[in-house]
């Protein structure tokens, strides 16, 4: 079950938002709204970090845009772990399919 998030929680994730950034572009993670949501399960001492979709690209273009995507969510969780000592952190990713 999910526990609310408190306020002081809330600042620490905002900040880690605010400060990750995307190397292209220089635009912070919360800028870019690659993070959809947070929950918090207190009983596991886990964050959950659900990532928003990504339409994949074509081409050689993949290549570069998933590997920015990857140091992107590394720089990310590196931020959370050490904001978050106490807690495992882990993202979710949605699952891409042809019907999608």
Excluded at 23 to 51: A, D, M
């Amino acid at each position: 079950m999910a526990n609310k998030i408190d306020d002081s929680m809330k600042r620490k994730i905002d900040a880690v938002l605010d400060t990750v950034k995307e190397p292209e572009s220089g635009l912070s993670v919360g800028e870019i709204g690659l993070v959809q949501k947070f929950r918090y399960v207190s009983s596991k001492k886990t964050l959950y970090v659900f990532r928003n979709s990504i339409l994949p690209s074509k081409g050689c273009c993949n290549i570069m845009s998933n590997m920015l995507l990857a140091a992107t969510q590394k720089n990310l969780l590196d931020a959370l772990k050490a904001s978050f000592p106490e807690l495992t952190i882990e993202m979710v990713v949605p699952i891409f399919s042809e019907n999608n």
